[in-house]
């Protein structure tokens, strides 16, 4: 036992003497400056050199990752802001008003850092005092190798996105979210971009064709809350790998397009929150795949509940058609082809008549209220048992329910002047003939 730990010790000082022979760091000295400038952009109160002097792909904070050639370390991959104990990056504490500046449009990571992959930045560029400066007009400056870029809940982080595939040929990844971007959105293919999310922001204009064309790759396309308006591309049918599609909380009008119900491998559709037209369009029953879909919002989207797409949608799990302008029966249909639903929103339209005993099932999971013209019938409550007051809520039972009668008002004919001239000489006449019997008849008595 003894013998073995004198080999575990003579092997560790071997190591130890190796690497003191090396003498210079393997992490090149200049991304060792560039990974201290960054972080002093983030936090520029922390001694960071003092606090990690060595090679800070050996004894660097956590947020710095390096790959290892062999011979020499190369940061590949930057994550700045403090997320949670989980992933405990680098703080981001009273940055300077430039730090987006420095990262993004200095140069400074594409002279620092030619083998980048991910840049992750979570609440860095922030204002303040009240700072309004915006990002200076200039493209931003980024490693060609670069993968994946996120930048989430930085409020600051103003301007335009100056990004392109020309410069960004590898980008797999592309996050924004929460930022105060502004402008159109980018026109160019990004042929090899799997995830696209630019949410939370004030993108305005129309969704370029161009955009969507290039994006033959794309799984994730996140445009939400934004100012987009216009219609909906037509060419987002013919993006096959597509699983998420949210374009919720825009001014996105016209009509919801046929080509959506192409994209059989979607399984979350969000076009709520918008001005969309035109009713449920049932090529929408395409999507085989979809578990999720939400449409509520849509307050002209009109037309009658679309029960029949639903029939072959197996996998759907949540239905949002609150809000949007929908009319007619709730058909009994519904109630088999959506059993298997945790949320199914009908609430805020103009629905009418009974609900069908058969949406009793969905108890608890199905939201009727704001329907003024619908009832529940009491095979529906007997259907709903037990929590047929929460399906109910709202909603008045058929029984007591009043049919309101129409009531016409009687319209009196307006006479013609020559019937009221008549009318008025028989009146006349009338009086006449009384007087003058009531003269004779007195005449009589007093001569009697």
């Known amino acids: 036992m003894d013998l073995a730990r004198l080999l575990v010790v003579l092997l560790v000082a071997a190591v130890v003497a190796a690497k003191a022979e090396g003498g210079d760091p393997r992490l090149p000295s200049a991304e060792q400056e560039g990974v201290y400038a960054a972080l002093e952009a983030v936090n520029p109160g922390f001694p960071w050199r003092a606090s990690f002097p060595d090679d800070l792909c050996l004894a660097g904070p956590h947020g710095v990752s390096c790959d290892d050639d062999g011979n020499t370390s190369h940061v590949v991959g930057l994550s700045l802001g ?45 204002r303040p005092g009240g700072d309004t400066r915006t990002l200076p007009p200039l493209p931003w400056l980024l490693p060609p190798a670069l993968q994946d ?15 392109s595939a ?10 924004i979210a929460s930022s105060d971007l502004s402008g159109d959105l980018p026109a160019n293919a990004f042929p090899r971009l799997e995830q696209l999310v630019l949410s939370g922001s004030r993108f ?45 909380s825009n001014m996105l009008a016209g009509p919801i397009p046929d080509e959506l119900g192409r994209l059989a491998t979607l399984e979350l559709l969000d076009l709520s929150n918008n001005r969309l037209t035109g009713g449920v369009p049932a090529a929408l029953s395409g999507m085989t795949a979809i578990r999720e879909m939400y449409l509520s919002g849509n307050r002209r989207l009109g037309g009658r509940v679309p029960a029949d797409i639903f029939a072959g949608l197996k ?96 319209v009196l004919p307006v006479p013609l002047a020559s019937a009221v001239a008549a009318s008025a000489a028989k009146s006349a006449a009338l009086l006449m003939g009384i007087s003058s019997c009531v003269v004779v008849t007195m005449f009589l008595l007093v001569r009697g």
């Open 149 to 163: 870029l996120v930048l989430v809940n930085n409020p600051a982080l103003s301007g335009r996105l100056a990004v």
């Open 315 to 410: 996998r759907i799990s949540a239905v949002g058609l609150s809000d949007a302008g929908l009319t007619g029966p709730i058909p009994a249909s519904l109630g088999e082809s959506l059993h298997n639903v945790t949320y199914l929103g009908l609430d805020g339209n103009q629905l009418e008549g009974e609900v069908p005993p058969e949406l009793g099932k969905l108890a608890g999971r199905v939201r009727l209220h704001g329907n003024l013209a619908i009832c529940v019938p009491p095979e529906f409550v007997a259907a709903a048992g037990s929590h047929s007051h929460i399906a109910a809520a709202g909603v008045p039972s058929c029984k007591g329910t009043k049919i309101p009668v129409t009531r016409r008002p009687v």
């Open 166 to 175: 020309a410069r960004l040929p590898l980008l797999r990844r592309l996050v």
């Open 204 to 248: 305005a204009g129309r969704i370029p064709p161009t955009l969507i064309q290039g994006l033959a790759s794309i799984k994730i396309l996140d445009l939400s809350s934004n100012l987009l308006a216009g219609g909906i591309p037509r060419a987002i049918g013919g993006l096959t790998q597509l699983v998420k599609l949210d374009l919720s």
């Open 82 to 126: 403090y997320v949670s104990d989980f992933s405990a990056n680098p703080g981001c504490v009273a940055p300077s008003p430039s730090a987006a500046a420095t990262l993004l449009t200095s140069g400074l990571l594409a002279a620092s850092f030619p083998r980048l992959r991910s840049l992750f930045v979570y609440g860095c560029f922030v």
